[in-house]
């Protein structure tokens, strides 16, 4: 595999199960990101972790949990989720200016959430 | 002052046509500017980008302009081909740190 993975590509739930987003990025890099894309609206980041330490949490529900277990592999916890959370998911890895980097945004092919 | 505001929101271009999609920004500390595309089904992907310490960079049929005094930045598509369609996105950074901001991006057709 290479460049950013992830899965499920697509993922239905109802508003109380509870599921994971999972990515994996086979770049070497330090950094990784949650984004969400909605219809006609800008990408909106969700989560930046740096080195495995969650270093940018841009006031997302609580209902959205991230969890970084090293550098290469990046989860995102949903439970008991709203209709309107319905979107695409997607990761991306970066290295970072201070780890040599241009910081540039790899993104992964998304998972495509609906929640009934 | 953390926007991108980018237009037009869609864009219909004659193949063989120039596609121009401008963005505009506010603040004074992003000194990267990054071009995406995003075709159906994919993330989106790096296409091109400057930083502020030019006011153009040309990849093949791809030239981002920038003015730094205006506070804005377009991407022109020469020759534009059908399989140029998809979806563009301007985003801004400051590469000391961790955000970059995207715009709303512009859907691009490109008629055969």
């Known amino acids: 595999e290479t460049g950013v993975t992830q899965t499920p590509r697509h993922l239905v739930m109802g508003m109380t199960n509870k599921k994971s987003l999972k990515c994996e990025q086979h770049l070497g890099h330090n950094a990784m990101y949650w984004y969400k894309q909605s219809a006609k609206k800008p990408l909106e980041l969700m989560f930046v972790?740096?080195?495995?330490?969650?270093?940018e949490n841009n006031s997302v529900p609580s209902r959205f949990s991230p969890e970084c277990p090293n550098s290469s592999h990046l989860f995102l916890h949903l439970h008991t989720l709203q209709p309107e959370d319905s979107a695409l998911y997607l990761c991306a890895s970066s290295q970072t200016r201070w780890r040599g980097g241009d910081n540039e945004q790899f993104f992964g092919p998304g998972t495509r959430l609906t929640v009934l | 002052q953390q926007q991108v505001k980018q237009s037009p929101q869609s864009l219909i271009v004659q193949k063989g046509g120039i596609s121009i999609i401008n963005c505009a920004y506010e603040?004074?500390?992003?000194?990267?500017f990054p071009w995406y595309q995003q075709f159906p089904g994919k993330g989106p992907a790096l296409l091109i980008a400057?930083?502020?310490?030019?006011s153009e960079k040309k990849e093949g049929r791809f030239t981002i302009s920038f003015n730094k005094s205006a506070k804005q930045f377009s991407l022109h598509i020469m020759d534009s081909q059908p399989g140029d369609s998809a979806t563009y996105f301007c985003a801004a950074s400051n590469t000391g740190g961790f955000k970059t901001i995207f715009g709303a991006g512009t859907r691009l057709f490109v008629k055969a």
């Open positions: 972790y740096s080195l495995e330490e969650r270093v």
């Open positions: 400057i930083r502020p310490d030019v």
């Open positions: 603040n004074t500390a992003f000194d990267y």
